[in-house]
């Protein structure tokens, strides 16, 4: 139960976002509140041991190059709290059926030199991003306003407002750096004929050259924890296991926030907003699902190319059409029977994920939104393809269909991700296209998840901003 009667600012949803907004609000206030409806807080950064004893798996968020750039998280000395960095030797690996792979090097020059005939083009289309990674970011995760870096904004415009359909035909020989690149944009979650698709590709490249894709030692929850530790140390107060469904279930506050999506906001009653602004918010699009597996195993996933062992991360397509064919299904509701998959293999830098000798791995792929469907054969028949024998080392897995994920996790309406559709009419618009997308149309009541800008993505900075709008 809260100490208080009544506090300067109340924040509900201690994922990064409400966590983000809790730790700037302890900052500016006296009094501040975090409640969470779970036992344990996190959100989209818990982890948990779901399959075998000892065996630490990432519920959702696994692999960090937002975190680790984020400007909010690192002005924070988060390490003080327990927070640890680790960086595999390649960021990213993306094998093909036939043997080869390619990979994101954390080298700029070495990734474009294995680029072979796309090397020069790699390397003039990243260069100056990853030269000028920390004021083009800075820019770019941010709510909508006028850049801080106009000439470096126009050039990412003119390239990151194209499809990634667009952009890999004109800049590309080789269909392999063409699936290359289509997987680094489906982070998205969008078809990739679709417009600013090419702007999630670039920004994954860039941070995979110019800071990494990190994991963290002993799992994601350490960075909720570290957070925690921050808010706590400053005089915060958190309470777990607290469900919010009226206005009512808060105690008196000069501000709330709310680190939800526009649908959970919509069923808390008594909150005093406006039929116009819930008509708005009612009208928010969300995106594909997720469905999640993770796997204890006895040794590493045996991976044809030797390449994929080094790297923290994977993506699985083996050409551009295969991987925007499986995002075009999901957008219309059907299955894809190759999707494209995303995963994770912190265990092989990361030895506390895991018994001695044993290892850990995450995937996902999209599914249609809300399917109730358990495609964790289809993803392991998927990875069979490309790494012979790994049903044979399995132990144990759990698997979450995007219904399961939901349940889990509310905000993942549906099984998105993301917090919402984040296509080019709801980038910077989200979750209603006003001067402040933070405000609500109650004066003290503000709104903190991934469904506000910048979006989905663990950074804190919807937070951030959020807790930033009670000065203006």
């Given amino acids: 139960m809260p100490k208080r009667d009544c506090y300067d600012a109340v924040v509900v949803g201690a994922g990064p976002n409400g966590l983000s907004a809790a730790i700037t609000l302890i900052n500016e206030f006296k009094d501040v509140l975090l409640l969470e409806s779970r036992e344990t807080i996190g959100g989209g950064v818990r982890s948990a041991e779901v399959t075998l004893p000892n065996f630490i798996h990432d519920i959702c968020s696994a692999v960090h190059p937002l975190a680790i ?66 004021k083009i970011l800075s820019d770019i995760l941010a709510p909508l306003h006028f850049p801080k870096n106009p000439f470096l904004m126009g050039f990412f415009a ?98 709330y926030f709310f680190d939800v999506t526009p649908r959970q906001l919509l069923t808390i009653t008594e909150l005093g907003l406006s039929e116009r602004y819930r008509r708005k918010l ?34 699985l397509g083996n050409s551009y059409e295969e991987i925007n064919s499986s995002l075009r299904h999901v957008g219309m509701g059907r299955m894809c029977s190759f999707p ?9 830098f990361d030895p506390s994920r895991a018994p001695d000798g044993k290892h850990t791995a995450w995937a996902y792929c999209h599914v249609p939104h809300g399917s109730r469907e358990d495609v964790a054969d289809l993803i392991e028949d998927r990875i069979e393809r490309y790494a012979p024998g790994f049903r044979e080392v399995i132990l144990d897995k759990s698997s979450m269909s995007a219904a399961a994920m939901e349940i889990y996790n509310p905000n993942y309406v549906g099984g998105d991700i993301n917090g919402g559709v984040q296509d080019l009419g709801q980038l910077y618009t989200r979750p209603v296209m006003t001067l402040s997308p933070y405000r609500t149309s109650a004066k003290n009541i503000f709104i903190c998840s991934s469904s506000t800008p910048p979006g989905g993505g663990v950074h804190g900075l919807c937070g951030y901003y959020a807790a930033q709008a009670v000065r203006k």
């Avoid at 469905?291 to 006895?298: G, Q, S």
Wanted: proline share 6%.
């Fill in 69 to 134: 750039f984020s400007p909010f998280f690192r002005q924070l000395d988060l390490h003080n709290y327990g927070l640890s960095w680790i960086q595999p030797e390649i960021p990213l690996a993306h094998p093909f059926e036939d043997g080869s792979a390619l990979c994101l090097h954390r080298s700029l020059e070495i990734t474009s030199d294995a680029l072979g005939a796309d090397g020069k083009a790699y390397k003039d289309l990243l260069a100056p991003f990853v030269e000028n990674h920390e």
């Fill in 158 to 255: 003119m390239n990151g407002l194209r499809s990634i359909k667009c952009l890999v035909n004109k800049k590309f020989k080789r269909e392999q750096t063409r699936a290359l690149f289509a997987g680094l944009a489906s982070h998205g979650m969008i078809p990739l004929d679709k417009p600013a698709t090419a702007a999630f590709g670039i920004v994954l490249a860039t941070l995979a050259h110019a800071i990494g894709w990190p994991i963290i030692k002993g799992g994601s929850q350490k960075l909720a924890d570290a957070l925690a530790g921050y808010f706590s140390h400053k005089g915060g107060e958190i309470v777990t296991g607290k469900t919010i469904h009226s206005f009512h279930d808060l105690p008196k506050a000069k501000y």
């Fill in 282 to 315: 009612a009208a928010f699009r969300y995106g594909p699902g997720v469905c999640k597996v993770d796997w204890a195993l006895k040794e590493p996933i045996p991976w044809k190319v030797n390449i994929c062992k080094k790297a923290g991360t994977i993506h």
């Fill in 340 to 348: 494209y998959l995303v995963i994770a293999q912190q265990s092989l």
